[in-house]
Every structure is written in C-alpha cells, then in structure tokens.
C-alpha cells in the first residue's frame, strides 16, 4: 500500500532589514528533511538594506520562493500578507533571523496529527556571533532573565498559552481572522489567545528548535524589550484574564528599584539595599547562565539581563491606554485561502 503524502506546507517570513541572515534562514527552509510540497512567501517590508536584492536573488534560483510586498513595515501586516498569498493546508511562520532545524517542518506537522492541536511550536533557541550576543542568548535562555517561559527555557511537551512562531493549521488562521494588524508586538500571544478561547489547542514540544540571533547592541535589545512590555500590556488590557505573575515582575522590579533610589538619596542609605539586592541577584543569576561561555560573554550576562528586565518593566508601566482603545477599536483583517 502506498504511502500517504505528507500534507503541502507554506512557509511565510516577515522580513525587514535582514541581509544578514536572510540567505541563510530561506536556506534552512529549502533543505528541510520534508516529502511533502513546500513554497516559501516572503512579505518584504520598506527594508534600507540589500534585503530586496537578496529576496530577487531566491526567487530567481527557486522556484519555491515567492515575495510580497508589505508596504508598512509591520510584522503583522506582513504575516497576513504572506498568508493571503500562500495557498498549502499547513502554515509555518518563521521569521528572517530564524534558523530551522532540519526536520523542524516533519515534525511539526506529525505533532500536528498526533496532539490535534491547531498551532504547535517549540523552543526559541538563541544562539549569538559575538561575545555580546552570546551573553544576550544566555541572558534569553535563563530562568532569572524570562522566567518559566518553556519557549525559552524548554520543559515537557504539553498545552501552552503560546510557542515560539508557530506551525499551524490553516483553518485556524482563517476562523481567527489572521494576525491583529494593531498589535506591532505580541502578536504571537494575542493570536495564540484567540485560539485558545475558541475552544482550540496550543502545543509545545522541545522537539521544535528555531535558532534565533539575539539583537546586536544594548540599544537594540532594550528596545526589543520595552516594546515587548508595552504591548503585553495592551494584550492584558484587551484580554482581562490574560496576565500572570510572571509578566508583573519586570515592572514591580523597576517601581522598586526607583522607590529605593529616591529614599536612599532623599531619606535613609538603606534603601539603597534594594538595588543593591537587584544587582546582587543578577550577578549571582548570571553564574550558572553563563556556564561554558568565554570570560568576555560571562561578564556581560548581568548587562543583558537588566537590559531585559528595565526596558520590559518601563514599556509595561508606560504603555499608552490609547493603545488598548484603538486595537480594540479594530477590526481583524480576514486571510482567506487561495486555491489549491
């Protein structure tokens, strides 16, 4: 009896200002261990780079490499763009600095089958070029940086409230509307959210590896984190319920470290204890993180982490109500299937 054909994949990629690693990422895609049909979708964004020039150069070598123009920038936009354009019954996001491990795709789509959920996913795995991305990637990976974040940090397979990227069922994509185009960050969970609340399953297996490159400076990276603070705190206010111990510990550990700096200058030395305690529980954290690193990464890892940590917690304790009012004012784009 003949075996069945694996189900036909699209691959979609959000991309701006990626000639770094562009190439390289559309070619872990490529050379994936997968029997079944593939097409990647490639949504460019306005990118100042050679970005555009290197997409050309895919497309024209194969056949498989498809491009759209996502005139915003957005991430969002530029998922459901590719979306919109993509055609297969399974959609994969991975994103212009990801590096797919070799049979990522086969089994994604097996776990798929197996658990009967609409989006599966894995760990997040950073990996750095340089002595400061090594200590980002450590940094990222650490409980003390992000806490129990199993995309992070691995753990068991099991239901998840979101994965990294994803892998998902078309229909999924499609009863939710696609991505909130409002959402410039987060995204993911906020998706991840509609899904579950429709009754839908999340899965994560640390089977599913994406090498990920961490940002390359410290204004970069706090940049990252302050957006992602202040647009999970959007998610928190559009989806009462949605919030947990975890995300309120950046921002309780910036009020605390301020409160402690204003008594310590204005009333007693003591409440210098307080970021003192801070800085302590970093530098001790980034010990056992930093295992195996070269010196150079090792004594960065406590920099990464209170980038992390401060810029999360102001963009959470910042993050405009105005925000929350115009996503819910919203209407979600639909993404509807093109023929097969």
């Not at 055609?87 to 086969?106: K, W």
């Not at 202040?230 to 206010?237: E, G, I, L, Q, S």
């Not at 307080?274 to 010196?295: H, M």
Request: charged share 20%; aromatic share 6%.
């Amino acid at each position: 009896m003949p075996q069945q054909q694996p189900p036909a994949v699209s691959v979609i990629m959000p991309v701006l200002n990626e000639e770094r690693h562009l190439r390289n990422s559309v070619r872990h895609i490529l050379e994936q261990e997968y029997a079944g049909e593939m097409e990647v979708v490639i949504a460019l964004g306005p990118s100042a780079d050679r970005t555009d020039e290197i997409a050309a150069e895919l497309v024209a070598e194969d056949p498989r490499v498809h491009t759209v123009p996502n005139p915003t920038g957005r991430t969002p936009a530029a998922l459901n763009a590719a979306i919109k354009a993509s055609r297969h019954p399974v959609v994969v996001r991975v994103d212009g600095h990801g590096m797919l491990s070799p049979n990522y795709i086969a089994t994604a789509v097996r776990l798929l089958e197996e658990t009967g959920a609409q989006n599966v996913g894995g760990i997040m795995h950073a990996e750095g070029e340089n002595a400061w991305e090594d200590a980002v990637a450590a940094a990222m990976t650490s409980r003390i940086g992000v806490g129990n974040a199993a995309f992070h940090t691995g753990g068991e397979a099991g239901p998840a409230e979101t994965v990294y990227l994803g892998v998902f069922r078309r229909e999924a994509l499609e009863q939710q509307g696609g991505y909130n185009e409002e959402f410039i960050r987060a995204q993911d969970w906020e998706l991840n959210f509609r899904i579950r609340e429709a009754g839908g399953g999340v899965w994560f297996s640390p089977e599913l590896k994406v090498q990920y490159r961490p940002r390359p400076s410290i204004k970069a990276l706090a940049k990252q984190y302050k957006d992602y603070g202040k647009w999970r705190h959007v998610v928190a206010r559009y989806h009462s319920g949605s919030i947990n111990l975890r995300y309120l510990a950046p921002p309780t550990a910036v009020c605390a470290i301020a409160a402690g700096v204003v008594v310590g200058a204005a009333v007693t030395p003591w409440g210098f204890v307080v970021p003192a305690g801070y800085l302590a529980a970093i530098a001790a954290g980034s010990v056992p993180a930093g295992k195996g690193l070269p010196l150079k990464a090792r004594v960065q890892i406590p920099v990464a982490l209170a980038t992390m940590h401060m810029a999360w917690g102001v963009g959470f304790l910042t993050s405009p109500r105005a925000l929350a009012k115009k996503v819910i004012a919203s209407r979600r784009p639909a993404v509807t299937a093109q023929a097969e």
